[in-house]
């Protein structure tokens, strides 16, 4: 059973800031993405897709540079996934990935969605914000769209998270 979400677990520095991305981000978002890409930390996404799905993006700039992203992506009428999740080695654990995680949930919310879920091998980071880890075979086969296209399929080892939206006591 997940623990209670500590709301002020992973709080942010006072000066963090999650914007909207502009097309001015979508360079640095593609190359942090990257990064952790290379590292078989998540997908990889070009350029192009980057800039097809810019909207879905927020992002946290320092000196006009992009060191955090996340994106909230509609599958459903009822869900969304957090994905492309990532924040530059040296910006870590400071609370952007969290501020990120939780724009995206407090997105979620305002569009009227029921949950979210994210594949993650940080199950713990998503565990202290709130969310629950789900077996992935009872997720909606729509959330497979983008599978087909991983190196691993069908092999995935990644952990589903889910985090319900219609309680109070969703982070
Ligand atoms: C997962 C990831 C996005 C987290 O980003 P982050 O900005 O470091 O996240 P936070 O700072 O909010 O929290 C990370 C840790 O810092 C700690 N932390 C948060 N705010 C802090 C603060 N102000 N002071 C000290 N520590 C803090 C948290 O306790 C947390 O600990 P945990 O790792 O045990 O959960 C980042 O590690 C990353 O980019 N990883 C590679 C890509 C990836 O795995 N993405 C997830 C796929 S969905």
């Given at each position: 059973?997940?623990?209670?979400?500590?709301?002020?677990?992973?709080?942010?520095?006072?000066?963090?800031?999650?914007?909207?991305?502009?097309?001015?981000?979508?360079?640095?978002?593609?190359?942090?993405?990257?990064?952790?890409?290379?590292?078989?930390?998540?997908?990889?996404?070009?350029?192009?897709?980057?800039?097809?799905?810019?909207?879905d993006f927020f992002v946290v700039r320092e000196g006009g540079r992009v060191v955090g992203c996340g994106a909230l992506h509609i599958?459903?009428?009822?869900?969304?996934?957090?994905?492309?999740?990532?924040?530059e080695e040296s910006a870590h654990s400071r609370g952007i990935g969290a501020a990120i995680t939780r724009a995206c949930v407090e997105?979620?919310?305002?569009?009227?969605?029921?949950?979210?879920?994210?594949?993650?091998?940080?199950?713990?980071?998503?565990?202290?914000?709130?969310?629950?880890?789900?077996?992935?075979?009872?997720?909606?086969?729509?959330?497979?769209?983008?599978?087909?296209?991983?190196?691993?399929?069908?092999?995935?080892?990644?952990?589903?998270?889910?985090?319900?939206?219609?309680?109070?006591?969703?982070?």
């Open positions: 059973m997940t623990a209670p979400a500590d709301p002020t677990a992973l709080a942010p520095a006072a000066d963090l800031e999650v914007v909207r991305a502009t097309v001015q981000d979508a360079d640095g978002i593609a190359q942090l993405i990257n990064f952790w890409a290379a590292q078989g930390q998540m997908l990889p996404r070009t350029l192009g897709e980057t800039y097809e799905n810019l909207r599958v459903w009428a009822d869900m969304a996934e957090l994905k492309s999740l990532a924040v997105e979620g919310r305002a569009l009227g969605l029921d949950s979210l879920f994210a594949l993650t091998y940080r199950p713990g980071f998503f565990e202290r914000l709130g969310w629950r880890q789900a077996d992935v075979m009872t997720l909606p086969r729509k959330v497979w769209n983008e599978c087909y296209r991983c190196p691993k399929f069908p092999g995935c080892d990644e952990i589903a998270l889910v985090i319900d939206l219609k309680t109070p006591a969703g982070a």
